[in-house]
């Protein structure tokens, strides 16, 4: 049943040529093929002899869990052979998160409690400046990564395309972020690590994003991570100069 449902979106992104294979990489010119009557059979990939793809057999909730623990297979599938939209929205809701977590934190640093209207407003105005910082940082972080992996490997991003689909990537394997709330809501004396860890597996869930999309070893991901992040601390660092809480 569930690979009737993606009967049409099979046919569109197979004449695009969209497919990979999510066990060696390799382009695949169908997911399945139809036999009519019901019949329908899981294509094998020329190259490894493998499924292309076995994930579209499977529940949305087990290819979420095999997303969770990074596994490649499972990324290959969501980026190559689904059509999933969502990144923009993920992004932006990721942003209100983190910009709610910041705000939370400065309005606990803050004694004034005086309910004037003045004060409330400057409050809002508070959570609008975490949100513009949030974005701020988020975007600096991902254009450290674009430059370090342009110039480490141009060739691994030649057209526009290419691009847009490391940045889709980045942005759904943000999704860690999502955790912010919950760590904040239940808030307990171990929250600043649990807000470590998250910031750990958001880190791991890019690396991964950014190898799958690549087809890169596990070293330059790293790299490009890091000095994505040097050059986040420095928008940090420069706000803090500005005398900005962030």
Known sequence: EALTGRGVLSRVMAALGAYRCIECNREAAELYRDYQRGVLRISICKSCQKPVDKYIEYDPVIILINAILCKAQAYRHILFNTKINIHGKLCIFCLLCEAYLRWL??????????????????????????????????????????????????????????????????????????????????????????????????????????????????????????????????????????????
């Open 105 to 246: 934190q400065l309005q606990d640093s803050s004694q004034n409690t005086d309910p004037d209207d003045l004060i409330r407003y400057a409050k809002e105005w508070d959570f609008y400046r975490m949100f513009g910082i949030a974005s701020l940082e988020q975007t600096s972080f991902l254009v450290g990564i674009f430059i370090t992996l342009w110039w480490m490997r141009p060739e691994m991003l030649k057209t526009k395309s290419d691009f847009i689909l490391l940045l889709k990537a980045l942005l759904l394997s943000s999704y860690g972020k999502l955790l912010l709330i919950p760590a904040v809501i239940w808030e307990h004396d171990y929250t600043p690590l649990c807000l470590a860890f998250i910031k750990v597996f958001v880190l791991i869930s890019n690396s991964q994003a950014i190898r799958v999309t690549l087809n890169l070893n596990r070293m330059l991901p790293w790299l490009a991570i890091f000095f994505g992040l040097i050059l986040e601390n420095g928008v940090v660092y420069l706000f803090q100069k500005m005398g900005w809480d962030v």
